[in-house]
């Protein structure tokens, strides 16, 4: 059954949407609700089980300041490998209320490492492939400093909220550039629901080869 719901998630996630279900009128409310859909734990440990070719990664996403309409958000993500964690990406995220059709999302990388160290499992192997709790030191991310923040240029998503209530976005043809294991630049497609995330991230090169990220469907 579990196998069924991932195929059927994955085929629907890849379905054009004609242009006149795209959009519906959002505001402030949908802004604060997308944020708490995304703020929390996240695991892919289930969806690891089923399918054996995907890891076992985990997101950790946090709201640390408000500045008027715009929301400040920590996220780190990571993998478990021989029961032990390895961060490998942290982000700020700079979420604001567009217009009445859309979310913006500005992406930004830290200077430093040094930040990994804010958020931490509470629970040891094997409890926390299921458990929820983290730690987080918010009076260190307090202290960032947002004029250090490196913003990832050719990576903003506007996302959009489709009529099953899901959130939904994508960045924008080869903009947002990178290097990572011989890409040239990354594509992102998600849609949030309340109690799921689907995310497929690739890398690519400028002709069109896939260099890194599943080819056969998104992260549940």
């Avoid at 490492?113 to 629970?123: A, H, L, Q």
């Avoid at 987080?136 to 923040?149: A, F, P």
Wanted: with cysteine; hydrophobic share 35%; proline share 3%.
């Amino acid at each position: 059954m579990k196998k069924l719901l991932i195929l059927t998630i994955c085929v629907f996630f890849t379905q054009t949407i004609t242009a006149q279900d795209k959009f519906r009128i959002i505001d402030n409310l949908d802004v604060d609700e997308y944020i708490e859909r995304i703020s929390g734990r996240f695991s892919s440990f289930e969806h690891s089980q089923i399918d054996t070719t995907r890891s076992n990664v985990l997101i950790r996403t946090i709201v640390f300041d408000v500045i008027g309409d715009t929301t400040f958000l920590y996220t780190q993500q990571g993998e478990f490998w021989n029961e032990v964690f390895y961060p490998y990406r942290q982000r700020v995220y700079k979420i604001f209320l567009e217009n009445d059709l859309l979310i913006g999302l500005k992406i930004y990388a830290l200077p430093s490492d040094s930040f990994y160290g804010v958020m931490n499992e509470i629970d040891t192997y094997p409890t926390f492939q299921t458990d929820s709790s983290f730690s987080v030191n918010l009076q260190m991310l307090k202290k960032l400093d947002k004029t250090e923040l490196i913003p990832k240029v050719g990576c903003d998503i506007w996302i959009y909220k489709d009529n099953l209530g899901g959130y939904r976005g994508e960045t924008q043809n080869d903009e947002c550039k990178g290097s990572f294991r011989g890409a040239n630049y990354t594509t992102t497609e998600f849609v949030v629901y309340e109690h799921e995330i689907i995310s497929w991230e690739r890398g690519w090169s400028d002709d069109g080869e896939q260099k890194w990220g599943p080819k056969n469907g998104p992260y549940i």
